[in-house]
């Protein structure tokens, strides 16, 4: 994020590279760079005759080249943006030879989604010295609820902690489908205010007491009651909650439960630190530590990756998902 800032305060201070390639596996911030290059770099009078889009699959790196060697006319620079450029994987190195030599009045952006190129090679070295280059990288499951809490922060907004735990465990970690959510709420609840659960499930439709962080604390409570409640509305509604999330979400859990136990500082910050989660949630994996000594946590990782082979049709064909759940749910808390 410190990157994507740097970036876009050099293009606002006039320090604009003839070359941008913005590649990696998380597409989110390929996407507001290019964006904001589109929206920026040229005056709207400029952008008609100075500004072109082409698509990876449509083109050719030769293609490429000629567009970006063109003059400006009547204005200083102009900008082509290539989108969908990993559709050109297998003749992207051809671009070395214009990035030795880039058009000094060209802004050339190329969009590398979910792919990188090779660091060893020409391509990538040329463009580092002569251009800028950009790596999305996805965040793992425990950056995203703080890249939540960023995001909204930016824009005066905070969250509570289990709602922005029921957006990551709802929408996985692509940070463009959780931006549109965000968007969403923020045309709905005024700006310097708090989002909480009851919010997250009246606008975008996630149970605040039926998801997987709540199954998820109700077995390190060895709460069965509400563990059986939960199960049963996921076998009700197998489509919004399908179970390898709900296994892969536990087997998380409960590796982080297991590392708890290895830790001989068992302080709030440590742990927080150790395992990498906020804060807040500390107090859940005491619980469950105290509830699951290191024995039966590693029992239930065996169990949780017997039911992930299990969800797949190996060894239990035609076998409901639900009973899946119903039946790991049983071994975990008995």
Excluded at 121 to 136: D, P, Q, R, S, W
Excluded at 139 to 150: C, G, K
Excluded at 182 to 207: C, F, R, Y
Aim: charged residues 30%.
């Amino acid at each position: 994020m410190d990157e994507v800032k740097q970036i876009v305060t050099d293009i606002k201070n006039g320090v604009i590279k003839p070359i941008y390639f913005l590649m990696g596996e998380e597409p989110y911030y390929i996407d507001k760079i290019s964006e904001f290059i589109d929206k920026n770099v040229l005056a709207e009078e400029e952008k008609g005759f100075n500004q072109m889009v082409l698509y990876g699959r449509d083109v050719t790196i030769e293609d490429i080249v000629a567009n970006a060697k063109r003059f400006p006319m009547m204005a200083e620079r102009q900008v082509v943006i290539v989108k969908e450029a990993q559709d050109l994987s297998r003749t992207i190195e051809k671009l070395a030879d214009y990035a030795e030599n880039p058009q000094p009045s060209t802004v050339l952006v190329v969009c590398y989604k979910y792919k990188k190129i090779d660091k060893r090679k020409k391509l990538y070295k040329i463009v580092a010295k002569n251009g800028t280059i950009f790596e999305g990288k996805k965040l793992y499951e425990n950056q995203v609820s703080d890249w939540i809490r960023r995001v909204l922060a930016g824009a005066k907004y905070n969250i509570e902690p289990k709602a922005a735990q029921m957006l990551v465990e709802f929408l996985g970690t692509d940070l463009s489908k959780i931006n549109n959510e965000l968007e969403k709420l923020k045309l709905i609840i005024p700006s310097e205010s708090q989002i909480t659960a009851d919010q997250i499930e009246e606008n975008i439709g996630i149970s605040k007491e039926f998801n997987n962080f709540e199954l998820r604390k109700a077995i390190g409570t060895r709460n069965v009651v509400k563990t059986h409640m939960i199960i049963n509305y996921f076998a009700q509604n197998p489509k919004d909650n399908p179970l390898v999330v709900t296994i892969s979400l536990l087997y998380s859990f409960f590796s982080q439960v297991l590392q708890y136990h290895g830790l001989s500082d068992k302080s709030q910050r440590n742990v927080a630190s150790a395992l990498k989660i906020n804060p807040y949630f500390v107090k859940d994996y005491t619980e469950a530590a105290h509830n699951y000594p290191m024995k039966k946590v590693s029992r239930i990782i065996t169990l949780l990756r017997d039911a992930d082979v299990k969800s797949k049709g190996v060894g239990a064909a035609n076998l409901p998902q639900g009973d899946i759940l119903k039946e790991l749910m049983v071994k975990i808390m008995g």
